[in-house]
């Protein structure tokens, strides 16, 4: 099992920066990916980036060259992080932090989900 913890969520205006965090416990070194989504009101929940077991990142267009996502190991967690500069009040959405072990799906993780934290961007 694996359990995912999302915080850094807030309010900022446009052309600002938040960084999401999303700290992960339990069976952490079976996952090989971490990636987060997010959904916006009355929209369906949308891939925004993953990274790799090795590292390797991927975005969707949407959010490439504004958004960056890295990752930290310490004892039993492993801490991946959501730099998000250059908002636009479309980035608004609640913002979800994933993770899958499976390794020919790493790149859109979905069997284990965080609770979310809400991200708003004003004009």
């Known amino acids: 099992q694996v359990q995912l913890v999302e915080s850094g969520g807030g309010l900022v205006q446009a052309g600002g920066s938040l960084r999401l965090s999303c700290a992960a416990s339990?069976?952490?070194?079976?996952?090989?990916?971490l990636g987060w989504y997010r959904q916006a009101p009355g929209k369906q929940r949308e891939f925004v980036g993953v990274i790799s077991s090795g590292g390797t990142t991927v975005y969707s267009d949407s959010v490439k060259g504004r958004f960056t996502i890295s990752r930290s190991y310490a004892e039993n967690k492993v801490t991946v992080y959501l730099q998000m500069d250059g908002l636009k009040p479309e980035d608004t959405a609640v913002y979800y932090c994933?993770?899958?072990?499976?390794?020919?799906?790493?790149?859109?993780?979905?069997?284990?989900w965080g609770q979310g934290t809400q991200v708003t961007v004003s004009s």
């Open positions: 994933a993770a899958t072990k499976s390794r020919t799906g790493w790149m859109r993780p979905s069997e284990y």
């Open positions: 339990g069976s952490i070194f079976s996952i090989n990916g």
